[in-house]
């Protein structure tokens, strides 16, 4: 037989560890997502999966310079809830041809390592902001050839820069339009 | 360039009329804490309130106070003691120089 108490009680061990991080998280995330989409890059833009949740959303990056050009890539965003102890977690819906993301969607941007041992990894002091600028800028300041996490395509570009632009825009042609 | 002169004679002699008279005024003052960084910069609330976790578990606190004290690294940099214990468990530098984080002293 269910009892109240037994209920409580269940409903009380439930409640422990992670969900008592998530109202903090939520209360960062208030004046975080407000400050991103003001300070939002004009090639980017922002969609939520759920207008309640401001935990989970798209970004979409347009580059409008760069071998990416005209390709339209998008980014799911999951802030969990041990946030901001933690980076949000990033995956690259979009298939592209990049040293710094993979095939499958697998993002190298310093900023969203949680653990590092060179200071260069999460900070608490980081923001969505800093994410998405982070982001943004994988297709230009940030583009790195010379620490790949897509080895073949870092290596493409040693070898032939035409090669490579070949490739990005075949990978743009095919999944990259909007 | 006579008149101009006359006129000035006449200002030499006589005070010119007050502009204007102050009836009333409202003095404000701000003060700030006398520390680097008066915001921690992992909950984003000021050092001398309570963190926003603290703040956020209030309702449950039946001892009515709370008891979210400050901590300052070597780096002479600030944080809730609270926020910094959870960020160290995984890091152990300041969030904000990536120094090596070792307490200088607590309190408030």
């Known amino acids: ?178 | 360039m006579a008149d101009e002169n006359d006129n000035d004679r006449i200002d030499d002699n006589q005070k010119p009329e007050k502009m204007f008279t102050l009836k009333k005024w409202n003095a404000v003052a701000m003060w700030s804490w006398d520390v680097e960084c008066d915001t921690c910069a992992i909950c984003r609330v000021q050092v001398m309130d309570a963190c926003l976790r603290c703040q956020a578990e209030s309702k449950k606190d039946s001892y009515g106070k709370q008891d979210c004290v400050v901590v300052w690294g070597e780096c002479n940099h600030s944080f809730h003691y609270c926020c910094m214990s959870l960020w160290v468990k995984q890091n152990n530098r300041c969030p904000l120089c990536q120094q090596e984080w070792s307490i200088q002293r607590m309190g408030k």
């Open chain 1, 1 to 178: 037989m269910i009892t109240l108490s037994q209920r409580l009680k269940q409903k009380n061990q439930n409640d422990d560890s992670p969900n008592t991080r998530a109202p903090i998280r939520d209360r960062l995330l208030v004046k975080e997502a407000q400050e991103m989409s003001q300070l939002l890059p004009a090639s980017c833009s922002v969609n939520y999966v759920n207008e309640n949740d401001l935990s989970k959303f798209t970004l979409i990056v347009q580059p409008t310079e760069g071998y990416w050009e005209g390709g339209t890539f998008r980014f799911d965003i999951n802030v969990t809830e041990e946030y901001n102890m933690v980076p949000p977690i990033v995956k690259c819906t979009t298939k592209l041809w990049h040293p710094n993301i993979s095939e499958t969607g697998e993002v190298c941007l310093s900023l969203l390592r949680r653990h590092s041992v060179d200071g260069m990894g999460w900070s608490p002091i980081r923001r969505l902001n800093d994410v998405v600028w982070g982001l943004h800028a994988l297709f230009t300041d940030l583009l790195n050839f010379e620490d790949p996490l897509n080895v073949d395509a870092a290596d493409q570009f040693r070898h032939s820069k035409e090669d490579f632009k070949l490739k990005v825009m075949e990978y743009v042609a095919n999944y990259a339009r909007e």
